[in-house]
């Protein structure tokens, strides 16, 4: 393998002679200063290098180095509560010792070589291993259990494995292969590119709950299943994932930032520190991995931040963790991707994106899944199971859902969540459209909770939304002519979807007892609101005017249900007393003239 020479600088693309031996996707070091770079085309003995840096005083002459391995990912404990560039460098570190600026051709290991972590074996000397075999534990966080596997390539019979404090260069074991003794450590790398093994893909069979109402009832979303959040600036894409990240019932959550404003990713790094898992009342950064490239940085590592994310995302999957993605946003990638692409002079597609932008989006969904893991748990027990489920933040322009990277991402993912700016500007959150909205796991999360909670959840979900788009289709007649021109059957549809979009849909991420409804609490609160539209449509069958239905005290405590703690279910069945009472006097009071 030759050390190359630059020829050529255009921005963040560099072209080199002379690296013989160089492969397509192998990382180099660029120019005097080293900057890191990766290998994306090759033409004879010119090789095409997209730089992770700033390429400022590299000119033609100067050298290139080759590392002669592709871009890959540092994986070990340590991972939980920090925080990467997109090519998985250290902010926190960088920080400490070099300020709030990455100066460029800075080089730090991406995890703690100096911190001791006290290893569990799993294994005894004597016993046979395989890829994937979980050969110890070390308590990560106060959360997180890290299981140290076998790394790829490695099967055979340990003769070596000990309790005690190892840093992550010290061997934890040794096993005795076919082709000679081989040290295990607690830090394994894997190219970024390359999608982790797994024994069997399973089809989902559990919803990731979100407490979040309409997701959960409407347009769920399983564990390892994808989904896609488009919408216009300011309608609420970030908000929706930082509710995810902190509410969905993941164990582990990998949060992408790629390409995003400055500002926002500060609020992240700023506000996940101090926020306390619900659950545990622990740090929420005690599950959480963050990787943070900002619009400033440059555009070429957007696309490492995206497989970055994914691989770490996988190496804990393969534990048998349920991991949630959160990529915010693959907008800003594909832009990368387009710059990069008009540099290389190759064929532009739509909007001037590569052709190739619809397989690059799908290679990355598709490392998504729920899935049987290789090797035997820590009781050697087959079957491990785990899932990683991605949920990715598009940004059309202008809000354009008919663009090319939309489009793309809706002929992979699953689930669709629309946001609708007129929404936001009405301060109703979180903005999902819930008449352009889809998801495809409806099935699996209507056997899901028919197991736990009982019978009723499709129906009534199938209820309200047909409510909602009744509404829809009276809005303009009563833009026209007024809502006394309708039918009291219609007036009733118009108040029950107003009830719908208020009371249930609305939630307040901000307030402590709203920000989050559990499944239970979600099916009685829609339960309730369609009793009143079914007692109120007997009422108006016999007579009584629809206006006193809409006066009724007990639509107050309907609209402060939300309000009712976790596992309060008296609050509903009073208000369902209560819906029957009222309701049957206004009866009573017609039949006799009242």
Known sequence: MKEGTVIKVSGPLVVARGLTGTNIYDMVRAGVQKLLGEVIEIRSD????????ETEGIGPGQPVYPMGEPL???????????????????????SLRLGSYIARGAEY???????????????????????????????????????????????????????????????VAEVETSTGKVSVKMLQKWPVRKPRQVTKKLPPDQPLITGQRVIDTFFPVAKGGTSCVPGPFGSGKTVVQHQLAKWSDADIIVFVGCGERGNEMADVLLSFPELKDPKSHEPLMGRTVLVANTSNMPVAAREASIFTGI?????????????ALMADSTSRWAEAMREISCRLEEMPG??????????????????????????????????????????GAVSPPGGDLSEPVTQATLRTVKVFWSLDDRLASQRHFPAVNWLTSYSLYQQVVGRFVANK?????????????????RESELEELVRLVGMEALSPEDMLVMETAKMIRED??????????????????????????????????????????????????????????????????????RIEGDIARQVDELVEGRAVGI
């Open 109 to 171: 290991t991406s995890l703690d070589r100096t911190k001791r972590w006290h290893f569990i074996p799993a294994r005894k000397s004597g016993d046979n291993i395989r890829p994937g075999d979980i050969l110890g534990t070390v308590k990560e966080t106060a959360l997180i259990e890290h299981r140290i596997m076998v790394p790829q390539g490695v099967a055979g019979k340990v003769t070596v494995v000990a309790e005690d404090a190892y840093t992550l260069d010290d061997v």
């Open 453 to 469: 909670i009982g019978a009723g959840w499709d129906e009534n979900r199938t209820k309200a939304l047909r409510v909602l788009q």
């Open 504 to 573: 249930f849909l609305h939630q307040n991420a901000y307030h402590e007892l709203d920000t989050y409804t559990s499944l239970e609490k979600q099916f009685h609160m829609l339960d309730v609101i369609l009793k009143f539209y079914s007692k109120a449509q007997d009422a108006v069958d016999k007579g009584v005017d629809p206006l006193r239905l809409m006066g009724v005290p007990v639509k107050d405590k309907i609209s402060n249900m939300r309000l009712a703690s976790e596992g309060d279910m008296e609050t509903f069945r």
């Open 46 to 53: 010119e090789y095409s290098i997209q730089v992770y840096e």
């Open 72 to 94: 890959s990912v540092e994986l070990g404990p340590g991972l939980i509560s920090s925080i990467f560039d997109g090519i998985q460098r250290p902010l926190d570190v960088i």
């Open 350 to 391: 739509e909007e001037g994106f590569p052709t190739y932008l619809g397989s690059r989006l799908a290679s990355f969904y598709e490392r998504s899944g729920s899935v049987v893991c290789m090797g035997s748990d820590a009781q050697g027990e087959e079957g491990r199971r785990g899932s990683l489920s991605i949920i």
């Open 311 to 323: 691989t770490i995302a996988e190496y804990y999957r393969d534990m048998g963790y349920n991991v």
